[in-house]
């Protein structure tokens, strides 16, 4: 994943042309990226329904940003990608803590990536799952 990062972080280099886009570019994908997990989100009341449980709508922006991040560092060169669909399943809620988002490709084509994204609570239980597809565009 460290390679990756560091494609993703060159790609990210020859985009942006001052350096203060490409410091804040480098800075979210090193956060987004630390260890394994793609991004994580803590429960609060900015994130909460009434119940006081972590909102769907915050989850599925959480599995929407690791898959597409995702998607983006298996990019080929000159190209973006754009979420066309997006899929989650709810199994749990998430009552206290932090939601913690891994995604990984299941498939990668020339017009298209799909990727599955798993939500798991603070403790290691998983809270949902995303299925998505990206489409690959190109920018040339």
């Given amino acids: 994943q460290r390679k990756k990062l560091e494609r993703a972080l060159a ?3 020859s985009e942006f042309k001052d ?19 793609l991004a994580k989100l803590e429960l609060s009341d900015k994130v909460g329904n009434f119940a006081g449980m972590m909102h ?8 929407d940003t690791a898959g597409s991040t995702c998607a983006f560092l298996n990019l080929p060169p ?15 809620p998430i009552s206290i803590g932090v939601a913690i988002a891994t995604a990984r490709p299941l498939r ?9 994204v798993e939500i798991h609570d603070q403790d290691g239980r998983l809270v949902a799952k995303t ?3 990206q489409a690959v565009i190109s920018t040339a």
């Fill in 11 to 13: 790609k990210a280099g």
């Fill in 19 to 37: 350096l203060q886009s490409l410091a804040a570019s480098k800075e979210m994908l090193e956060t987004l990226l630390s260890d394994i997990d």
């Fill in 56 to 63: 769907g709508g915050a989850i599925m922006t959480l599995a």
């Fill in 78 to 92: 000159n190209t973006v990608t754009t979420t066309t669909d997006s899929n989650t399943r709810f199994l749990r």
């Fill in 108 to 116: 990668v084509g020339r017009t298209s990536i799909v990727v599955e």
């Fill in 131 to 133: 299925s998505m597809a």
